[in-house]
């Protein structure tokens, strides 16, 4: 489903632990790290999406997390040509994501890669939540950026930054 400006509904994931580290899973066969991420279904709300997509990718139910915050507004990042199949690159530009804040309840145990019949990660760790964006593709930095500049209000105890390269502005805590 893309909007009429060319763009799919997506939710994004940032998992917290209780010391306010974040998620990242390694993509399958991909030097590449990454939250989990999906699209919205036809009839599904961003948080019915963000449920369903945080159980297929990291195989975590709603009974092992809570949700912090979320961004006010849809982040947008356009996806380069090369990367779209043939029959979308007439009027498909990239994504729209409202990104969620959780935070794991449960225990790292729970946490399973295999969940689904076609895994997205074949591996994961937590890091500081304000880590270097070097290992994100490139095209996808900006938003991330963004939505944990938006969603870092939530952590009282995460009190940095981000210039626009991606690079740590302050660290102040």
Not at 43 to 51: I, L
Not at 105 to 125: I, Q, T
């Amino acid at each position: 489903m893309i909007d009429r400006d060319g763009y799919r509904p997506n939710v994004g994931i940032i998992l917290t632990n209780a010391r306010n580290q974040v998620f990242w899973g390694k993509r399958i066969k991909q030097d590449s790290w990454q939250f989990p991420q999906g699209g919205i279904q036809h009839g599904e709300t961003p948080e019915q999406a963000m449920y369903r997509e945080l159980h297929e990718e990291v195989g975590l139910q709603p009974c092992h997390v809570h949700i912090l915050g979320r961004t006010r507004e849809w982040l947008r990042y356009e996806v380069p040509q090369t990367w779209t199949r043939r029959d979308c690159r007439s009027n498909y530009k990239g994504q729209k994501q409202i990104w969620f804040l959780l935070r794991l309840d449960g225990r790292d145990c729970d946490v399973n890669l295999r969940v689904s019949g076609h895994p997205e990660f074949d591996a994961w760790r937590w890091n500081e939540y304000w880590i270097e964006l070097d290992t994100v593709i490139e095209f996808k930095r900006g938003v991330y950026e963004s939505a944990l500049n938006e969603l870092a209000r939530f952590l009282p105890a995460v009190r940095q930054d981000f210039r626009r390269d991606g690079r740590l502005r302050h660290v102040a805590v």
